[in-house]
């Protein structure tokens, strides 16, 4: 058993893990946090997603040891993020869940794309969506609300830019 | 108020639960000294097992066959003469036929613990000849699969109707191909799981699984475990998926609830990436020889063919082995005005993983045959496949039309759903494209794929096919609560198709609720009355339909109470915004519901209080409500590399009375996606052995956000005179058709290099292969 010290949804934790604990087990094994969902443990479905010191990360190969002093986010410690909020807005305006499995990881990543590339095209969106896997919606529905999420996002910082002016 | 009821596109109840990070999985529900299980599963294809060796140490929390002597198998025995039946035990008896096979329970506090268990168990395997392929199966000789059958066939369907050597003598043409569906796995997101325990207060043993049947599970896991179904409850939580292979009696379920009843505590098992792909059923391993007799403009005269699947090692309950074959030599002739048709429909045992029914079943393989068939017929006779189509397809006039194999088309316009497909694809300017070429070089095609889908279908239709199960009705049990608001009780379960949404606005257009006030409680076989399941693209037509009657019968006691009320006619009442109204006067449902529940007093003179209805609904004619839709796809193929990307993708669809068209076009284009993963990715290989070598998403692989273009969905509606609302199911459609609208494409790319292909995947190396055997045709 190792002790580590970590920030979790801004909440300071100190966990007895086994060096094999993955951050995703720590998470929802430990912690009871599971909005974090496993889809594969090997890295390539991303239901796992979770912000790892501010980027995306998979949460099933990043392993617990390794991650002492990190600042890590999860769906539920987003539940004030005024992006996130319109993002999910987006996604239930746009059908962008079914079964509701990979949405965490979706969101996550989506919050993560608009805060790198806030104008992304459609191409690039479905590029940038490669390791995030669905196997209900057909990605259409994903797509349509990452960018009706975008538009928003737009919006409002239009609006705050001409609120400072 | 907006628009809410039938038809409306209402945004999803069940949406908020998810989007937070709620939703409550198999893997998410919390039990207190719950232990995890690991099943040791086989690492060999076919071999007696000699021993199992289990350390002393861990006795106690490792389990084989041997502690489950009173435990049944699944026995999932079709009611066709000559059907060769078969065990299949929750954990292998003596001989393993499968790699992946569950071998031994392994227990423990946490999964990564029981994984380490495994690794110190012994179990020394004499290992047979694997059966690998369909041919070396039934050759002379081979290794037979169940010991006390006579051979690896498990059974030959024959079908013969009207007359195909006539048509033979009368067609000026013969067309003869060869199409071939390679083994692939269904991967909902969140693999299955199974959680078990015992409540001593409700002397129940409890049983959550991730599954699209708990009702039916629940019976059939009593029978296995010898309980009576009183002391049984199944629950399925929020399940991340199912597409059908979720919806088989599993025997991770019959294993972990026995653990559960011999043991004093919560046990569970959550499948993994790797497990699924090994152990869950398998799909879409299909041969098909066929031959079309047709006239010089292409008619098909009569139709010939040999159909081969198969089936793995197991017949999994309640489905029998022999579906995939059985359907497919039914429905094999399309929505094609073919009336003489001779089949053989052959189900054949090897050793892997069993199949079972994944999204479509057996109607993408026989769509892709057929469809493939009709563009081969098209190139001899130098037509446009289009044409071809049309020329054999059923006329609207024709309906209600009854197929050479009895199935009852009850309404559409078929060639009119092809017609604005090869419109909205932009037939005519792909074909002056084709003529110019690309300015880089790829070859560009385009391809059909039309199919009926039978949905829905209820008593005759599994009476006909001799399943143990005749699943024939859907409940619905209707609470109009005190404070006016509609709680739903349904005997399907929800994964993903938005029914805790769709239902609600059926209870909307009867009782005028607002769909978000309406609570749909599903998936438990503890609250509702006995139902079905999601499945065989029924919910919306089963369920439906009993939401629709139940309410019904509310409202015409919501109408007399209201009348009584409102010193008015009960023929005078109609249901709006929440209000029962009357002219001026208006009633709430509030209040309505207050003097139902809380004060009998202010009822009507001889009025029962309450507010709850429990019915049935079953459609008018149980042979099923007939969707139906041409998909057309645009491709460009690179030669040099092999690659296939798809320009555009078009589907006219025809579900008859659209609910929710939102939701409508998320389950068309779903299933497109995932019939694009049939069609080009996904495949799990095996080789001599029998090892299947695709058993992580590195190598086995579905289509991401990059592969699937935005599919452009058109709508028709013809609605069922048999269904309540005229409502045709539409769940699986959009898988059917992606194979034969893809590679019908590809081979129109390749045509001017003289290369076929009619195998899916259809892969890079598939590609380049067939290309390479055209040069050498050639030379």
């Known amino acids: 058993m190792t002790q580590i010290n970590l920030t979790i949804n801004g909440r300071a934790v100190k966990a007895e893990i086994e060096p094999r604990c993955s951050l995703a087990d720590l998470l929802r094994d430990h912690l009871q946090l599971t909005a974090t969902h496993l889809g594969c443990e090997h890295g390539v479905c991303g239901a796992c997603t979770v912000l790892i010191n501010g980027a995306q990360a998979r949460s099933c190969i990043a392993l617990g040891v390794a991650l002492e002093g990190a600042e890590i986010k999860t769906l539920e410690g987003m539940a004030d993020d005024a992006r996130m909020q319109v993002i999910k807005d987006a996604f239930h305006q746009e059908h962008g869940l079914q079964c509701g499995f990979c949405t965490p990881g979706m969101l996550i990543s989506a919050w993560d794309i608009l805060g790198r590339k806030p104008d992304i095209t459609e191409a690039d969106l479905r590029i940038a969506l490669s390791g995030n896997l669905c196997r209900c919606t057909g990605y259409q529905g994903i797509v349509r609300s990452i960018l009706l999420a975008a538009r928003h996002l737009r919006q409002i910082d239009e609006t705050q830019k001409g609120t400072e002016e | ?779």
């Open chain 2, 1 to 779: 108020m907006a628009e809410q009821g039938i038809g409306a596109r209402v945004l999803r109840n069940e949406d908020d639960r998810f989007l937070n990070g709620r939703g409550q999985y198999l893997g998410d529900l919390a039990m207190l000294e719950c232990q995890e299980v690991y099943f040791l599963r086989s690492p060999v294809a076919h071999a007696h097992i000699l021993e199992i060796e289990v350390p002393e140490a861990l006795k106690d929390c490792v389990f084989t066959s041997a502690h489950f002597d009173d435990v049944k198998p699944i026995r999932a025995v079709g009611a066709a003469p000559g059907f060769k039946g078969s065990d299949y035990p929750p954990l292998a008896i003596g001989k393993v036929r499968f790699v992946g096979e569950p071998v031994a329970i392994c227990m423990a506090p946490t999964r990564a613990d029981a994984e380490d268990m495994a690794q110190q168990i012994f179990v020394d395997y004499d290992e047979l000849p694997a059966v690998v392929d369909m041919d070396a199966a039934l050759a002379a000789g081979a290794a037979k699969v169940h010991d006390h059958w006579t051979d690896n066939l498990v059974l030959e369907v024959m079908i013969d109707a009207g007359d195909v050597d006539a048509s033979r003598e009368n067609a000026g043409i013969e067309v003869t191909g060869e199409y071939r569906l390679n083994r692939h796995a269904g991967v909902p997101m969140e693999g299955r799981g199974v959680l078990a325990y015992r409540d001593h207060r409700l002397n129940e043993l409890v049983v959550y699984s991730s599954t699209q049947f708990p009702h039916v599970i629940r019976t059939a896991l009593a029978k296995c475990l010898d309980i009576e179904e009183r002391c049984l409850r199944v629950v399925a939580p929020d399940v991340g998926g199912g597409f059908g292979v979720k919806n088989n009696l599993q025997p991770e379920e019959i294993a972990i609830a026995a653990l559960a009843m011999k043991l004093d505590h919560p046990v569970r098992w959550m499948e993994d990436r790797r497990e699924h792909l090994l152990g869950c059923a398998h799909t879409r391993e299909h041969r098909y020889r066929l031959t079309a007799f047709a006239d010089a403009k292409g008619k098909i005269l009569g139709l010939d063919a040999d159909i081969r699947v198969d089936a793995g090692a197991y017949s999994v309950w309640p489905w029998t082995s022999a579906m995939e074959a059985g359907m497919a030599a039914g429905i094999l002739v399309g929505p094609y005005d073919i009336r003489n048709y001779r089949a053989r429909a052959m189900t054949i045992a090897t050793t892997k993983t069993p199949m079972g029914p994944y999204r479509g079943v057996a109607r993408t393989g026989a769509c892709f045959g057929i469809e493939r068939l009709l563009d081969d017929i098209a190139e001899k006779i130098g037509r446009d496949p289009v044409d071809v189509r049309l020329e054999n397809m059923v006329q609207p006039g024709q309906m209600p039309y009854k197929t050479v194999t009895n199935k009852l088309f009850d309404s559409g316009d078929y060639p009119e759903a092809l017609r604005r497909a090869a419109m909205a694809i932009g037939l005519d300017d792909i074909r002056k494209r084709q003529d110019a070429g690309e300015a880089d070089g790829n070859l560009i095609g385009v391809g059909f794929g039309c199919y009926t889908e039978q949905t829905a279908h209820g008593t005759d239709e599994w009476v006909a096919r001799g399943l143990p199960v005749v699943f024939g009705f859907e409940p619905t049990v209707a609470r109009l609560l005190p404070d006016g608001g509609l709680v739903l009780e349904v005997g399907i379960q929800n994964h993903g198709q938005g029914l805790e949404t769709t239902l609600a606005q059926v209870a909307h257009e009867e009782l005028g609720v607002d769909p978000a006030k309406v609570v749909v409680r599903h998936g438990d076989s503890s609250l509702s009355p006995y139902g079905m399941g999601t499945f065989a693209s029924r919910s919306m037509v089963m369920a439906g339909g009993a939401v629709g009657r139940a309410c019904g019968i509310l409202r015409e006691k919501i109408a007399r109470i209201a009348a009584h009320l409102l010193q008015a006619e009960a023929s005078e009442i109609h249901m709006r915004d929440g209000y029962a109204v009357a002219g001026e006067r208006s009633i709430s449902l509030a209040e309505i519901g207050e003097a139902a529940s809380l004060h009998p007093e202010r009822l009507p003179p001889g009025e029962d209080p309450g507010l709850e209805v429990s019915t049935v609904y079953q459609p008018a004619l149980s042979s099923g409500a007939f969707s139906y839709a041409t998909h057309a796809a645009l491709v460009a193929l690179d030669a040099e590399l092999g690659t296939i990307k798809l320009l555009d993708y078009v589907v006219v669809h025809d579900c008859g009375t659209v609910v929710n068209p939102m939701v409508v076009d998320g389950q068309i284009v779903g299933g497109v996606a995932q019939g694009i993963g049939t069609a080009l990715y996904e495949e799990i290989p095996y080789d001599e052995n029998g090892q299947p070598l695709a058993t992580t998403f590195m190598d086995y692989l579905i289509p991401g956000a990059a592969e699937v273009p935005d599919i452009r969905v058109l709508h028709m509606s013809s609605p069922s005179p048999h269904t309540a609302y005229g409502i045709k199911g539409l769940g699986e459609g959009g898988a059917i058709a992606p194979p034969a609208a893809i590679l019908n494409a590809a081979n129109d790319a390749l045509r001017p290099l003289g290369a076929r292909v009619n195998e899916t995947p259809l892969s890079p190396e598939r590609v380049r292969a067939a290309i390479a055997a055209a040069r050498e045709a050639a030379e």
